[in-house]
């Protein structure tokens, strides 16, 4: 049987996909890694199945995958140029089934709860989180019920609505919810996996298990992600953690967790040097999934950032729609606002000549830009106009 641990007060406990949060401190549990020798099964091609020995699963259920493979570890050539910059490396995550790195988590979540005979799910969500959710219980035909706030815009939830879930707008407190649900969850048999679950954050794992293998014989110094739970960079720090403990790497990178200006709870405190959060009472900025002003990981994060020796930083609205455009424009990647935090905070460190040429940096780059296009309908490039008969000289004006 899994064993659920807390960092804080050291207890373990039976892993119970409905109780993930320590009675005593109240800060989320994780899973045990165990001690027993792992070994990556390089011969398979799927991901879940070559870190089988580092997940919580006994076998992986292959049709209820939905063909998910490795995401690809891409060099930014034509922006290390520009901004003379070390060697940069984007980890891809929005070529997931629903583009994000969601479904990591959600596929690891799932699989374990039909291993436990589990038919009822859910998450409390409005983005990708909840349109990853629904997609994966529609695959293992699992009733798949959403949660959102009240207040949650339409077109937020239409990504989430096409897989048929059952969906309750929720009037009151996120935080509430967010807890309440797990409460309910438990007497009402609906296994609730939002943000820290412990088997959503193993799902995290994959994602560092392969920029390990990806980038061998090398190691990043840098991994930087964008923080908003807490839940996603807890589970890149974990696997590191767990290559370092098997003895398959030498050092952990440092880790960057990056937080928008206008919503850091975590960041505040890091800098303040506190080991709480402080929850924020407004949350404003461009990047809305990463606005969490009570992230439930962001105790844990902070004491995994002090131990491992990482960081976390802010960028602000104007700094994150500048990195978007850039890595569209110089790269051909076209990610959420929140995932652009990522470069934003790259460009930053490398105007205060924070890092070294000889780095090997990773950005996470968590979701896709077609999930999140600009309410006003901004475009970034011109539209010229022409009509057919005057194409050619069109064309020929521009070319000059
Ligand atoms: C695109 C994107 N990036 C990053 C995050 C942050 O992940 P976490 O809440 O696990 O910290 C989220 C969370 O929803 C997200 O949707
Ligand atoms: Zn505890």
Redesign the pocket.
């Known amino acids: 049987m899994d064993q659920f641990g807390c960092l804080f007060c050291q207890s373990t406990y039976p892993g119970d996909p409905y109780s993930t949060f320590c009675p005593q401190c109240r800060e989320p549990l994780l899973l045990h890694s165990g001690q027993e020798k792992k070994t990556i099964h390089s011969e398979k091609s799927n991901s879940l199945e070559r870190y089988l020995d580092f997940l919580p699963l006994s076998t992986i259920e292959t049709p209820l995958l939905l063909g998910q493979r490795e995401t690809p570890l891409i060099p930014l050539y034509r922006l290390k140029k520009e901004f003379t910059l070390p060697q940069v490396f984007v980890k891809n995550e929005t070529v997931n089934p629903t583009g ?3 479904d990591r988590g959600t596929v690891v979540a799932v699989q374990n709860s039909v291993q436990f005979g589990i038919t009822k799910i859910g998450t409390v ?1 409005t ?3 909840a349109s990853s959710t629904a997609a994966f219980g529609a695959r293992a035909g699992l009733k798949t019920i959403v949660l959102v706030k009240e207040d949650t815009a339409l077109e937020k939830i239409i990504a989430t609505s096409i897989y048929n879930p059952i969906l309750i707008k929720v009037r009151g407190d996120y935080g509430r919810l967010f807890y309440g649900s797990l409460e309910l969850g438990k007497k009402l048999n609906i296994r609730f996996m939002n ?2 679950d412990p088997y959503r954050i193993e799902g ?1 794992k994959i994602t560092s298990f392969e920029i390990h293998e990806q980038l061998r014989p090398h190691a990043p110094q840098y991994v930087i ?9 807890i589970g890149l720090m974990k696997a590191f953690i767990e290559l370092q403990t098997h003895g398959l790497i030498e050092q952990m990178p440092k880790f960057i967790g990056v937080q928008a200006e206008g919503c850091s709870p975590i960041t505040q405190a890091f800098k303040a040097q506190k080991d709480r959060v402080e929850r924020i009472e407004k949350a404003e900025t461009i990047a809305h ?2 606005s ?1 002003p009570d ?1 439930p ?1 962001g105790n844990l994060l902070l004491k995994l950032m002090r131990e491992y020796g990482g960081e976390m930083m802010t960028v602000d609205d104007p700094e994150i729609l500048s990195a978007q455009k850039t890595l569209a424009e110089y790269e051909g990647i076209f990610c ?1 606002p ?2 652009a935090t990522t470069l934003a905070a790259l460009l930053k460190l490398n105007k205060k000549n924070a890092l070294s040429a000889e780095d090997r940096i990773v950005l996470i780059i ?2 896709t830009g077609l999930k999140s296009l600009p309410k006003n309908g901004a475009l970034s490039a011109r539209i010229h106009q022409t009509d057919v008969d005057h194409l050619e000289q069109t064309l020929s004006f521009l070319d000059a």
Do not use: D, R
């Open positions: 994000s790195f969601k969500s983005g990708n989180m943000s820290v995290y992600a964008p923080v908003s739970s807490g839940g996603h960079i999934a990463i969490n992230p990981g959420q929140a995932s968590t979701g």
